[in-house]
């Protein structure tokens, strides 16, 4: 198979789509891919140096204040889009795959031109411009969370995949609690401020680890690399209560984890749905059409996870919403069972094989 792939600008687009490549590549001995990305955006740093095949676009988002910018990314649209023609006519894809950010408009609208099978992939509950708009055209959409289905009325056919990001979570190395000092017999609740950490929560979250030194569970809190210094200084915490400022390979520990506590992006949420963990999600107020909130939504209304909202979040309503579910088996054991029956199936795979259905 040969596909064209487009994804950029953030993580949170590239590396789904790095998922999709190694999968189409474990899965199909003739796989042949090429790559078509942003001129300087961080995916061009990073796919050349997976040894993936690269084609670069100059082309930005739209800006609210800037209109001369406007007009100019207006041509380099249409640039773009004769490039993505020649590229597509020269490299023949079977299918041509975009996987989020505003990179991705000219590149389906070129395979829409040239009669060639299309298939975009969202990875957030509400989605972005691009993929509403390419919706409409496109020949399949893959979507991360169910209730995102309503957003894409157009569309010719939607499957819900899930997110390919929660396949690496699976194939990490696991990290055992007691290689962080931890006891083994002990529950092991894991708190993540985001990779940078957050002002707001460390606040509140320091004001529940002071408090917890009776609890019969330990903590690892993560404050992020920026509020680390700030968050240990002068302060003393609870012997059941472990402060660092960052974890390369979350996923890893997560293996050995009984509840995590994030932020609700569609990345981390991918990865504990992999992983079936059960959580407590207080998704970012500060976020683009406040998406957090509808992706923790998504995973209360399968009854797989707690929400609270940053606005309610306090010392005390944390400490008694764990609890509840820590200290009463049946809660704790019927999201476990919910989690259980969501399908062992990867992500990327589910992909590959409505992919494959779409070309044969």
Not at 46 to 51: A, M
Not at 132 to 155: C, R
Not at 266 to 285: D, G, N, V, Y
Request: aromatic content about 10%.
């Amino acid at each position: 198979m040969k596909i064209i792939i487009s994804a950029g600008g953030t993580g949170g687009h590239i590396y789904p789509a790095l998922s999709i490549i190694k999968k189409f590549a474990q899965l199909d001995n003739n796989f042949d891919c090429l790559y078509i990305g942003t001129h300087n955006r961080m995916e061009k740093e990073i796919i050349p140096k997976e040894g993936i095949k690269y084609e670069e676009l100059e082309i930005y988002g739209f800006s609210k204040t800037n209109v001369f910018r406007d007009i100019k990314n207006v041509f380099l649209i249409r640039k773009a889009n004769k490039k993505c023609l020649n590229i597509m006519q020269k490299f023949k894809p079977d299918v041509v795959i975009g996987v989020g950010g505003y990179v991705t408009y000219p590149v389906i609208k070129a395979a829409k031109k040239l009669g060639i099978k299309t298939f975009i992939h969202e990875q957030n509950s509400v989605p972005g411009k691009s993929n509403v708009w390419l919706s409409k055209i496109v020949d399949l959409v893959g979507i991360s969370f169910k209730n995102s289905e309503s957003y894409f009325p157009l569309a010719k056919k939607i499957v819900y995949t899930g997110n390919p990001c929660g396949d690496r979570a699976l194939s990490v190395k696991k990290i055992s609690k007691e290689s962080l000092g931890f006891k083994k017999n002990k529950r092991l609740i894991v708190i993540v401020a985001g990779s940078l950490g957050s002002v707001t929560l460390n606040e509140k979250f320091k004001a529940f680890l002071k408090i917890i030194g009776e609890e019969d569970y330990q903590v690892l809190y993560i404050t992020g690399k920026n509020y680390y210094d700030d968050f240990v200084k002068n302060d003393k915490f609870p012997s059941n209560v472990r402060i660092i400022p960052y974890l390369d390979n979350l996923a890893g520990l997560f293996q050995d984890t009984d509840l995590i506590i994030s932020r609700a992006g569609a990345s981390t949420i991918s990865e504990i749905l992999a992983l079936k963990k059960p959580s407590i999600l207080i998704p970012s107020p500060y976020v683009a059409n406040n998406h957090q909130y509808y992706n923790a939504l998504d995973l209360v209304n399968m009854q797989v996870a707690e929400m609270i909202e940053e606005k309610n979040l306090n010392a005390g309503m944390l400490q008694i919403t764990i609890n509840e579910l820590l200290n009463h088996e049946n809660k704790l054991k019927e999201m476990q069972n919910n989690l259980d029956k969501i399908s062992n199936k990867s992500a990327a795979t589910i992909i590959y094989e409505e992919v494959r259905k779409l070309i044969s």
